[in-house]
Structure formats: structure tokens, C-alpha cells
């Protein structure tokens, strides 16, 4: 369906993606994956048409029908409702419908009967009588109430819309579907029902997320993009997991081989490129040079900006950490957005907030911080309590242009402060070495971003986490460290997130919020989902040194002829021509035999890097059958006879110039 042909792609002098090939076939189920930034959109942009490519191109295969959710969704009219703007999913079907319905009115005309049969089966084929019953549907599982699908589009916020935006994707039934980050705008039973209906869909599905749920469940092909490359592995997510790190290491010892045989051409060229007799040499190594430049191995990005996340241990505290009795929160004094609330949170709690958006989450959060007071009922904080509480917009609360260093030493002042030894042992324990404090806040990434923030926030030493959607700018290896660190922190967390596989691993018990109220349950998320699910619905070498000297007779010089002598007994012209011809004629075999050498030599190393490249090659493209191992061995065997021959070459090179001056 998709053939993606040496696309490159290119930002000012930044190499967003270079060389990318792969394919994608029709039914096949692929996530995209990798870092943030790495050029994981572009692609979609690519396949929409959005953008061209610096060189290469895609091959689209017959014309599929590509549903995509647009990033700033809008209405056609203000007065357009939230159904009328999903039931426009499908281009051209409203027209049609128009169309047909014109058509009814004259049927006995058989130029307009046999007009209103191909109508009739390419709106049924599109899917034009069950559309409105679908987008009910998606509606309704995204969280929508059905007393809102008569309200105007432009009332709902930014994430409702891209809900809807979805909603009218999904329902389209496209042969192709691009999902960008679909479950950013969700919350955790909308990534549920999400998740159910993509398992039922039959086309296409390219998704990029990182959602380890979605992704284990969804997809059966991985492509994985970083740094400005994109490999196809064929298997879902856990078994790219377990490849990707055999290839990583694969990798690691090809790049070895690579920057130790790109050293040593170095090394020759610094050397000799100053000396005119050995120009050329150092000219053919340069060349070399060029070509390993060009076609240099990178490793991934995640590996290089890999980070840890160790979080101390809370200082003490009462046994109660927080309560609440008959709380309401209103923010205009009217309607209530929480409303008779009663329930405790115990020293030790791994408590998880699960409901549809809209009604109070993060709302609680804040009360349970104190940024927040309550409008009716109590909100007490326990004794010795400090909480910690990690926004939503975290990111958006670290200022771009201050340092790490500088960022992290304001939070630590401002809570009290302490010796510089104890603080930079702060730095190190989330991660930050003597290289990171002084970066800007403004390049970090998303990864690099959590852990300052986590730092910020422990610097004020707490003892009840507070965590609302912490993974939303995580990508796949943030969010298992993240995880790992909170799995293995003793303290209390209450969270809030549309992750499962976070929520799964992190919390021990679960508070659902519902339009009815709120419900505890005492067991993690796969203890509360069976219980709701029963209540229904809802390389060097040496060679021989050959000598080229001339000698006489022992202690003599040149034995000439008296015939034709000059004065002194100095030879004529015609004895020195002689000389020199006879010179050449005893060295001749020597030289044949070295400029045979080089030539050999020049020839196996063309042969063997063209061998090296293809074995690369397979180690940066795996097919399924790849045996890393071995090509890995193919690697460093070819790295090891180029190094000899290239030692061979550089020994005749030198001797073959030697005897020509000479």
C-alpha cells in the first residue's frame, strides 16, 4: 500500500529523517515509534501530502481512502452541532445524499434511475445508511452525553474537539488510518473503549503513541524512527522491545569497528597529505573517509540520552494523609463541579483517580494539594503532610531560559537549602551530570523535562505525591523509567492518568469518578475493571620488505667499461645512458612486482568495502530471519581484512615510491 523509497528529509541543517525505507501492506497493523522529535509526523505528513521530501519519494498503491484527525478541528458554521460536524467524516457523502434525495423525485426516468442506482451502491458501500449510528456510537464511547450531541462544536474546549475530530475519523471507516497521539486527548475508559473499537477496525492502521496498552494490543509491525532513520521490525511491541536492544548492541560494536578504521585512514592522511611524492595516497584514503562519513553509523537517540529517575525516601509523617467529608468545589458558586465527597488516603496508598474528563479530577488534585479550597464539606491534611503535586502543565511551569542547575538551585534554596555537596548529589540522583546542569530548560527533552520537574518537586521534600497525567510528555523509555522509579518509591501517590500500562503497574488501589458519584476499590486496575465488568455495561597485516639497492663490487663503486673513457676516467654520455638503462632493467621486475601489489591491494579493498556496506546494512535494516549474531561476526571479519589489505597497500605504496625516486 506504502512504499517508502530513500526519503530524506531536511529542516535548515537539521536531518530530520535520511534514506528512510520501508513498506507498508495493505491490512498490516503498525506502531511508530521513537523519541520525541525524531520525525515520527513527518511521515504522516508525507503519506497527506503535506509536505514533499528532499529526495526519495512514496509510492501510494491504488487510491485508499486516509483518515487522519486533524490537529485544529473547526466548525463549518457556528451554529453547527457536535453530530453534524462528526457526520462530516466522509468527503462527498452529504453531496451524494443531496443528490439522491433530488433524484427520488423523478425515478421514471431511467437516465435518472440508473444516476440514483450508482449512488445508492457507492453510499452504501461508504457506509452512508449506518453512518450517523456509528458516530453515535464513537460519540458516546469518548465520553460524550448524549444531551450534548445538539450543542454547537464551537462550545467545546480544545480536547473535546479533537474527541470529536476522532470520532468522526473512526466512524468514516477509512481503508487507511493515521493516528497522531490519539489517546493525549483521553482519558483512561475513553483509551479503553478506544482500544476496542481499533481492534474490531479491518483496515490499515498506522499508529504512533506511546501507549504501551494501545501499542501491545493494537499493532503487530513496529517501526521504530530515530536518529533520522526508520526500521521496520516484524513483530508488535514487545518483541521490538527484546530486538531492538540486540540490534543496539549490534550496533554499538559495528560503529566501534567503523570509528577505529575511519582513525587510522586519519592518521595517514594527517600524516602524509603535506608531502607532495605522497599526495595521491593520502588523496584515495580521503576519499574512504568520505565514504564512511557519509554513510556513518549513529546510534539511536534513546540509548545516548538515556537518564535515571531515583527518587528518595519520604520523610515521616502521620498515618492519615489526607481526608475529605462531604466536599464540594464549585468555581462560580453555582454549579458544582465535585459535590459530597467523603474519603481518606492512608501513609503507603498507590492510589489511582479513574473517570471521564469533565467531571473533577484534577479539580480533586488541587484541593488535595491546597491550591485549591474547598467551597463546602472539609479538606484536611494530615499530620506532617507535604504534598508534592505534579501538574498537567508542568512543562509549561519550567521557565526555557534558566538553567537546569540554576532551576533546580532556586527550588532547593527556597525550601530551606543546604550544603553544595548534598545538593549536587541531588542533581546526580535524578539523573543531571556535571554536562547536563547547565543546559537550558528550552532544549530538554521530554524525558530530560519529567526528571527536572521530579527534581523541582522533590527538593521540597514530600511525602504525598500528587501526580496528574505525569507520562503525557513521556515517550516509550521515559515511561518505564518514570514507572520504575514509582514502583520502587515507598511513599504515597495519588495519580491521575490515561496510561494503563502506568496505572497497572503503579497504583494498589483505584477511586472512581463517575456522574454518580465516586466508588473505592481496594485493589489495582485489573481488580477494579473485573469488578466493573461484572456489574455490566457500562582488522594489520605485514608484508616482505623488498630491497631495491644497486651494488657493485665489494668496496668498489660501478664497474665501466675503459672503452671510450674521458678524462679522469669519467664515463661518457653514452656509458652513463647505459648505466642508467641497465639501472632501470635490474630494478623493472621489482617495480612490475610492487605496482602489482598496490593495484591487488586497491582492488580487494574495493571488493571487501562493497561486502561491508551490504553487511551493514542488514544489521541497520534486519529482515525477520536476521541472524544478528552472525552478521555481526561478517562485520568485524570484512573490518579486518580491509585493515590488512590496507596495511598491505600503504607498504607497497611507500617502497614502490622509494625505488622510482631513487
Known amino acids: ?185 483521553l482519558d483512561l475508559p475513553a483509551v479503553e473503549w ?38 521496520r521490525y516484524e513483530g508488535g511491541l514487545d518483541w521490538y522491545l527484546s530486538e531492538r536492544e540486540i540490534r543496539y548492541e549490534h550496533l554499538k560494536a559495528a560503529k566501534a569497528n567503523q570509528d577505529r578504521h575511519r582513525e587510522q585512514l586519519q592518521r595517514f592522511v594527517d600524516r602524509f597529505r603535506a608531502q607532495a611524492t605522497k599526495a595521491a595516497q593520502a588523496q584515495s584514503r580521503q576519499k574512504l573517509i568520505d565514504k564512511i562519513d557519509e554513510e556513518r553509523i549513529v546510534l539511536p537517540k534513546r540509548h545516548v540520552s538515556a537518564g535515571t529517575l531515583r527518587l528518595a525516601p519520604p520523610p515521616p509523617s502521620g498515618v492519615e494523609m489526607f481526608r475529605c467529608e462531604n466536599l464540594g468545589v464549585s468555581y462560580d458558586g453555582e454549579r458544582f463541579v ?105 532544549v530538554l527533552s521530554g524525558g530530560e523535562k519529567i526528571r527536572l520537574a521530579f527534581l523541582r518537586l522533590f527538593l521540597s521534600r514530600p511525602n504525598l505525591l500528587l501526580l496528574d497525567e505525569p507520562t503525557t510528555h513521556l515517550d516509550l523509555d521515559g515511561r518505564r523509567m518514570l514507572q520504575k522509579a514509582l514502583s520502587e518509591y515507598v511513599g504515597t501517590i495519588v495519580l491521575v492518568s490515561h496510561d494503563i500500562e502506568f496505572v497497572r503497574a503503579v497504583a494498589t488501589s483505584v477511586l472512581e469518578i463517575s456522574r454518580s458519584g465516586i466508588r473505592r476499590f481496594p485493589g489495582g486496575y485489573d481488580y477494579y475493571c473485573e469488578k466493573r465488568d461484572a456489574e455490566g455495561p457500562g582488522v594489520s597485516g605485514q608484508g616482505s620488505v623488498v630491497s631495491g639497492q644497486w651494488s657493485g663490487a665489494r668496496g668498489q663503486g660501478p664497474v665501466v667499461s675503459d672503452q671510450g673513457s674521458g678524462a679522469r676516467g669519467q664515463p661518457s654520455k653514452k656509458e652513463l645512458r647505459q648505466q642508467r638503462a641497465a639501472e632501470r632493467a635490474k630494478i623493472a621486475p621489482i617495480v612490475k612486482e610492487l605496482k602489482k601489489r598496490v593495484e591487488t591491494a586497491e582492488k580487494k579493498i574495493d571488493e571487501l568495502q562493497k561486502a561491508l556496506d551490504e553487511a551493514s546494512a542488514e544489521l541497520f535494516n534486519p529482515r525477520p530471519d536476521t541472524d544478528f549474531a552472525e552478521a555481526n561476526r561478517k562485520v568485524r571479519t570484512l573490518q579486518f581484512e580491509i585493515d590488512r589489505y590496507t596495511a598491505e597497500w600503504e607498504e607497497a605504496a611507500l617502497k614502490l615510491e622509494e625505488v622510482t625516486a631513487g
Open 194 to 231: 478506544l482500544q476496542k473499537f481499533l481492534k474490531a477496525y479491518e483496515g490499515t492502521l498506522m499508529l504512533i503513541s506511546h501507549d504501551r496498552f494501545l501499542l501491545r494490543s493494537l499493532t503487530s509491525i513496529t517501526v521504530e524512527v530515530d536518529a533520522g532513520t526508520a526500521t
Open 338 to 442: 465535585l459535590r459530597n465527597l467523603d474519603f481518606n488516603v492512608i501513609r503507603g496508598d498507590r492510589l489511582a483517580i479513574i473517570g471521564y474528563n469533565g467531571l473533577g479530577k484534577t479539580t480533586l488534585m488541587r484541593v488535595m494539594a491546597g491550591t485549591l479550597p474547598a467551597t463546602e464539606g472539609k479538606a484536611v491534611i494530615g499530620h506532617n503532610v507535604v504534598p508534592g503535586y505534579l501538574s498537567q502543565e508542568f512543562a509549561e511551569t519550567i521557565a526555557d531560559d534558566l538553567t537546569v542547575y540554576r532551576i533546580a538551585k532556586n527550588a532547593w534554596d527556597d525550601h530551606g537549602g543546604g550544603p553544595e555537596k548534598v545538593f549536587r548529589n541531588q542533581l546526580g540522583s535524578f539523573g543531571f551530570d556535571e554536562n547536563d546542569v547547565e543546559k537550558p530548560a528550552g
Open 1 to 185: 500500500m506504502l512504499d517508502f523509497k530513500g526519503i530524506s528529509v531536511h529542516y535548515g541543517h537539521q536531518d530530520v529523517l535520511t534514506n528512510v525505507t520501508f513498506r507498508v501492506n495493505a491490512g498490516d497493523r503498525v506502531g511508530v515509534v521513537g523519541p520525541n522529535g525524531s520525525g515520527k509526523s513527518t511521515l504522516f505528513r508525507i503519506i497527506l501530502g503535506e509536505m514533499g521530501t528532499d529526495s526519495g519519494e512514496l509510492v501510494v498503491e491504488g487510491s485508499p481512502r486516509i483518515g487522519f484527525t486533524r490537529q485544529n478541528p473547526a466548525p463549518d458554521t457556528p451554529e453547527e452541532t457536535l453530530l453534524e460536524y462528526s457526520l462530516r467524516g466522509i468527503p462527498g457523502l452529504s453531496e451524494m445524499e443531496a443528490e439522491m434525495a433530488e433524484l427520488e423525485a423523478d425515478l421514471a426516468d431511467p437516465v435518472k434511475m440508473r444516476r440514483y442506482g450508482e449512488l445508492q451502491t457507492k453510499f452504501e458501500h461508504l457506509g452512508g445508511y449506518d453512518l450517523e449510528t456509528r458516530v453515535k456510537v464513537a460519540l458516546g464511547g469518548l465520553g460524550f452525553a448524549t444531551d450534548e450531541f445538539d450543542k454547537p462544536f464551537a462550545s467545546f474546549s480544545g480536547g473535546w474537539r479533537m474527541r470529536a475530530e476522532l470520532s468522526r475519523v473512526l466512524a468514516s471507516k477509512p481503508d487507511l488510518l493515521l493516528l497522531d497521539e490519539p489517546s493525549n486527548y
